[in-house]
């Protein structure tokens, strides 16, 4: 896996202090996109061990206390990504206790392989669907048009 952005410290992308990963690669190409730059699975840098570890001791860090982790791009779900993904989300439940994590992609819930899945029945919320322009409104929260939806999944 790739990306392109890792923020330790994040008060935008989700509920609470977090962590958030802007992962690369995806295949929606919704009109508007906001981050165009992230289609391409081999754009940005390399998702290293160092990268997981890293993500991990900053959501146990007592200094900043992170309510959990947003990840987005891009597409976590991707097909590319999701055995990154997958490691990635299996590490937070088992290593960072009380924290949760949020995902954004472009798939809808009921269209989802075995595969993305196996993500999402380890996450505590989805944000699904692609993002569509005519239906863009500034006024929800956590998604750009009102296609998305917010799955909360525990
Ligand atoms: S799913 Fe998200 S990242 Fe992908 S094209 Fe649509 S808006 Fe852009």
Not at 10 to 25: A, K, M, Q, Y
Not at 27 to 36: D, R, S, T
Not at 75 to 94: C, E, F, S, W
Not at 112 to 133: H, P, R, T, Y
């Amino acid at each position: 896996m790739r990306y392109h952005q890792y923020y330790p410290v994040d008060i935008v992308n989700g509920p609470g202090t977090r962590c958030t990963l802007f992962v690369s690669g995806c295949v929606h190409e919704c009109p508007g996109c906001y981050n165009k730059s992230t289609w391409r699975l081999n754009s940005g840098q390399p998702f290293t061990q160092e990268m997981e570890d890293r993500i991990i001791a900053d959501l146990n860090d007592t200094r900043v206390k992170r309510q959990g982790v947003s990840l987005s791009g891009g597409d976590p779900l991707h097909p590319g990504n999701v055995a990154d993904i997958l490691r990635l989300v299996k590490r937070v439940r088992a290593e960072c206790p009380g924290k949760d994590i949020w995902v954004w992609t472009g798939y809808k819930i009921d269209e989802l392989d075995a595969a993305q899945q196996e993500v999402v029945d380890l996450i505590n919320v989805l944000v699904d669907g692609k993002f569509v322009q005519d239906l863009k409104d500034p006024a929800l929260i956590w998604r750009g048009s009102s296609n998305q939806v917010v799955h909360k999944l525990r």
